[in-house]
């Protein structure tokens, strides 16, 4: 489990366990544009927002 520091649609800082949270992303929120709730923070999902979690992701494999 890797663990990652992200920041929400507020600009406030959260950790998340980086591979969990890409693949809920695949799964619920794969095309266009969704908002995403994790521990009370919420996340505008979109193609850039995907792509940088991607790459968090393949950079802490």
């Known amino acids: ?3 990652v520091k992200i920041l929400d649609d507020s600009q406030n800082e ?3 366990d980086i591979k969990t949270f890409y693949q809920h992303l695949k799964k619920y929120h794969s095309t266009g544009e969704s908002l995403h709730e994790e521990q ?3 996340f ?3 193609e850039k927002f ?3 979690i991607k790459q968090l992701l393949d950079s802490n494999s």
């Open 44 to 46: 505008t999902v979109d």
């Open 50 to 52: 995907r792509k940088k």
């Open 14 to 16: 959260i950790e998340v």
């Open 1 to 3: 489990m890797k663990k």
């Open 40 to 42: 009370g923070h919420y």
